[in-house]
């Protein structure tokens, strides 16, 4: 194996709080291992554009607690073609690059997979995503942050839901994942959550808030992942609509906001911990993984291993939070 003197990082796809300090940790890492290290400006776009920026340990000063990424996200359709990802390889040869770390979720792995194989390059990846979907580790970076984000949000439309008697619908990110919904659902003791892995039969919700209501429950949160089978907040709040037009129904989508903001302490010592430790893996020889924590220990999951599966989400959580709701 070619000896690794220069490493490059770069983040790609969705931004997640916490990422910029998995880039400070990889930096200040690579540098006291006696490694020069390079930042890869707007992900595999600026690595195919050799939009290369030298970092030094004062490069990511005062960086740790801010959120999104300082070195740029992009999403590159020119790198999923051989001649988008030749162009990339060229800009490493050109840059003397010996190894890539890079921070995203399961596109950033798609590529940094193909790429790894098409060119036998030295390539570590750390979980970047508020989604919490990836296999191979128990929490992605940016998840916690984004459930507190969306714990503070629903506790503030709590009181107004409270002093108006109203049912609010919220709607929460998770395409294909129910993972922020149910925690923050759990956390702010939401009426009733509907996710993506569950089936939602809307008779049954709803049931539970005729029943709730039955109980002198005058008001409601139900909080929707956007990827649920019925459909958004507005598809459920029609609905709900129907069965109780004499109550005032409110939708709030969270949207973006979810991925922004300062990274909770959780966040940013799990960053710090994997940048670290991917720098550790690629000088022992490791490649081709995703570094994650499982039962708070490192460990590597290949890049096919960590997009053909996904998290699975704990069912018994569902049925606490439907009993902690009653």
């Given at each position: 194996?070619?000896e690794?003197?220069?490493?490059g ?5 969705g931004?997640?709080?916490g990422?910029?300090a998995?880039i400070?940790?990889?930096v ?5 291992e006696g ?6 400006i ?9 939009e ?22 992009a ?10 990802r ?5 800009t ?8 890539l770390i ?5 596109g ?14 030295p390539?570590?990846?750390l979980?970047?995503t ?14 916690d ?24 619908i ?12 149910l ?10 959550i509907?996710?993506?892995e ?5 008779n049954?919700l ?11 429950k ?32 409110r ?35 490791v ?28 069912m ?11």
């Amino acid at each position: 194996m070619k000896e690794i003197n220069k490493i490059g990082v770069l983040t790609s796809g969705g931004d997640s709080p916490g990422m910029n300090a998995a880039i400070r940790a990889v930096v200040r890492t690579g540098i006291y291992e006696g490694l020069e290290v390079v930042g890869i400006i707007k992900g595999y776009q600026g690595l195919i554009d050799n939009e290369i920026t030298l970092m030094h340990s004062r490069s990511v000063s005062n960086i740790i607690q801010r959120g999104g990424t300082i070195l740029k996200s992009a999403r590159s359709d020119e790198f999923y073609s051989e001649e988008g990802r030749k162009k990339a390889y060229d800009t490493l040869v050109k840059n003397n690059i010996d190894a890539l770390i890079v921070i995203g979720g399961d596109g950033t792995f798609t590529g940094a997979c193909i790429f790894e194989k098409e060119y036998d390059f030295p390539i570590v990846g750390l979980p970047g995503t508020i989604d919490n979907d990836l296999f191979g580790t128990d929490f992605t970076i940016g998840f916690d942050t984004a459930v507190n984000t969306v714990v503070e949000a629903v506790d503030k439309l709590r009181d107004t839901a409270d002093s108006h008697d109203r049912i609010f619908i919220i709607e929460v990110m998770g395409r294909d994942a129910g993972f922020i919904a149910l925690r923050s659902g759990i956390a702010t003791g939401a009426e009733q959550i509907l996710i993506p892995e569950s089936i939602t039969y809307i008779n049954e919700l709803i049931t539970k808030l005729q029943t709730d209501y039955a109980h002198n429950k005058t008001s409601g949160i139900i909080i929707v992942a956007e990827g649920d089978d019925f459909g958004g907040a507005f598809d459920v709040a029609e609905e709900v609509n129907k069965f109780f037009p004499d109550f005032e129904t409110r939708v709030s989508i969270l949207g973006h906001i979810q991925r922004g903001g300062s990274p909770s302490s959780f966040d940013r010592v799990l960053a710090s911990t994997l940048g670290y430790e991917a720098v550790k893996a690629l000088l022992k020889g490791v490649r081709g993984v995703m570094v994650g924590s499982i039962n708070r220990k490192v460990a590597y999951t290949p890049f096919e291993k960590s997009i053909k599966h996904h998290q699975e989400i704990n069912m018994e959580f569902l049925k606490m939070a439907a009993v902690l709701s009653t």
